[in-house]
């Protein structure tokens, strides 16, 4: 939500520049880009690169990202907002319900405000009877007058069926002149829409109340409104003075309407506008080339989310992606004894050995299997052995990208991905302090990925992230990693997102035993047993580090359907 208002702010102070420049031509012409801004604050940007998004490509060329696309994702896309911690929450539970009670407030006062001023009017229009103007000034029957003992102005009332409302016995205290200057400044707003515009930009206040540049977009709405309709009636023909002195009189006879979605007479600035009009002033049509370059400005607006939505879906279409020269998957044996090996190996080589089809899954696509929903039980249960390689030397990276394509070629498999708001734990510095032993220098070997320690090395390499079992426990041992990678293994044990919100830099080595996985402090086990210490207590005893629960965005991948694969 952050993200779209300042869009929007942007797009409101784009929008202003131009009527800036445009403060020459015609009123109509600034009255849409008023318009176009209102609007913008009920089309997020990211929509748009959705829906660019949606359109698939199958046989365009490769093509290669530019730079600009980067930039214009980092404006385009829509936050991400994680939540705070529990202990934040517990500290201020009722703020996000006092947000969401303040804005619905504000909401219910600019509908009660408007539903206040519609009542006069609704009244006027019950006790309105129909009347047929003198001098020829309905020739036209495609928009009935009514007249009202209410002493509201002239005004077009409604948005699919509108009428004209006009006080009873102003019509006699107009010339034939004036009243047909009105009535022609009346049929520009049903031409125009106006009402249905107006309309609209009530619920962009209603919805985004709280915006100031929503209301100062009202203003300049109305005032562009109706000198583009004084334009439209001084174009018609009509003498200047006797639709000026038909202003006036209204402005003596009547009250102002009391209600934006109301098209009447007297808005705007009432004196600026006589004087434009006894002036005989209409804005200059635009040009050729400034069409041309309004046009372009606008296909950009809209077309430049679009297309970046677009761009991404041809990129990810489109791009060659890489596979393996040769591949072996086996089902292993019953008889295989306990262990398991997952290693991109120097070479371009990638070995797997009594490995679950799940754990091949989430390795290729980078999440753990927490993250990954769908799929029949046999992607737990059987286990295959696999050995694949390139011709050429690969990092990991790029291995797991050939495993994807693996795994589409040889299991058929087809996934989504799709973020959705879920569980996550919050990982901060306890009191008291953390405890984390610092990384010794010299205590572990800086290597490529590519390149194996030498046989007689006895240094773990540095950022190694280990747990492993050991009997009824976990054995976690982690040489030089920083925190987010603590976190890392955290969410492995925990099977839920871990966020590293401790502020703390540096790398640490690590040597834990953490006992099965239990509830948190206070919250009971369902089976009624007391199971003993929780990994919560030996981080923060150990550790000096706190997890605590609360909600954020996540990504999962949804498996949509997978075969067993074909053995060779």
């Not at 790029?398 to 919050?426: A, C, N, S, W």
């Not at 070997?445 to 992230?465: F, H, I, K, Q, W």
């Not at 280990?466 to 009997?471: A, L």
Request: charged share 20%; hydrophobic share 45%; proline share 7%.
């Amino acid at each position: 939500m952050t993200g779209h208002l300042w869009q929007s702010t942007w797009f409101v102070a784009a929008v202003w520049l131009v009527t800036l420049a445009l403060r020459r031509h015609g009123a109509r012409l600034r009255y849409w880009l008023w318009t176009a801004a209102s609007v913008k604050f009920l089309v997020p940007f990211s929509w748009l690169v959705g829906l660019g998004a949606r359109f698939e490509w199958r046989a365009a060329p490769a093509m290669v990202r530019p730079a600009a696309a980067f930039v214009m994702e980092e404006v385009f896309a829509p936050p991400v907002l994680v939540a705070a911690p529990a202990a934040a929450a517990a500290q201020t539970p009722v703020l996000p319900w006092l947000l969401a009670g303040l804005w619905l407030a504000g909401s219910a006062v600019a509908l009660f405000w408007w539903w206040r001023q519609w009542l006069p009017v609704r009244a006027a229009l019950v006790a309105a009877v129909p009347v047929a103007l003198p001098g020829g000034a309905d020739e036209e029957a495609d928009l009935p007058v009514l007249a009202s003992p209410s002493m509201l102005e002239p005004g077009v009332i409604g948005v699919l069926r509108p009428v004209l409302l006009v006080p009873e016995g102003l019509v006699e205290r107009l010339t034939s002149g004036q009243l047909r200057a009105l009535v022609a400044h009346e049929r520009c707003h049903v031409r125009c829409h106006d009402n249905l515009v107006a309309a609209i930009h009530m619920a962009v206040e209603a919805i985004f109340w709280f915006h100031p540049l929503v209301w100062w977009i009202q203003a300049r709405q109305i005032d562009e409104r109706e000198r583009a309709c004084d334009e439209a009636v001084l174009r018609a023909g009509s003498q200047p003075s006797d639709y000026a002195e038909g202003i006036l009189t209204v402005c003596r006879w009547s009250l102002a309407s009391p209600v934006m979605c109301v098209a009447g007479i007297t808005g705007s600035d009432l004196r600026t506008r006589i004087e434009t009009i006894m002036a005989n002033r209409v804005g200059k049509r635009l040009s050729a080339a400034g069409s041309v370059l309004l046009a372009a400005a606008a296909v950009s607006a809209l077309g430049g989310p679009i297309g970046l939505g677009l761009l991404n879906a041809a990129q990810s279409s489109t791009a060659p992606r890489p596979r393996f020269d040769v591949v072996s998957i086996k089902r292993t044996p019953e008889v295989t004894g306990p262990g398991a090996d997952f290693a991109a190996m120097p070479g371009g080589r990638l070995h797997v050995r009594n490995n679950e089809v799940m754990n091949l899954i989430g390795n290729a696509y980078g999440l753990p299997q927490y993250r990954i929903t769908g799929g029949p039980d046999w992607l737990r249960a059987e286990r295959y052995d696999m050995e694949a390689k390139t011709e050429d030397a690969a990092p990991r990276p790029q291995l797991m990208l050939m495993l994807q394509m693996l795994l589409e070629d040889r299991f058929k498999l087809k996934v989504h991905r799709e973020t959705r708001e879920g569980p996550v734990y919050i990982l901060s510095v306890a009191k008291g302090g953390s405890k984390l032993s610092p990384s010794k220098d010299g205590g572990c070997v800086e290597r490529s990925p590519l390149a194996a320690l030498p046989a007689t090395e006895r240094r773990p390499g540095c950022g190694n992230d280990w747990i492993r079992r050991r009997g009824v426990n976990l054995a976690w041992t982690a040489t030089r990693v920083d925190l987010g990678e603590v976190a890392g293994g955290l969410a492995t044990v925990l099977g839920r997102t871990v966020i590293d919100k401790t502020g703390v830099t540096g790398f640490f080595d690590i040597d834990l035993e953490l006992p099965p996985l239990q509830p948190e402090v206070g919250v009971a086990d369902p089976s009624g047993v007391d199971t003993g210490v929780s990994i919560f207590t030996v981080l923060r005893e150990q550790l000096g580090l706190a997890l605590e629960s609360g909600r954020g965005p996540q990504e999962y991948l949804v498996i949509d359907s997978v075969d067993r694969p074909s053995q060779n």
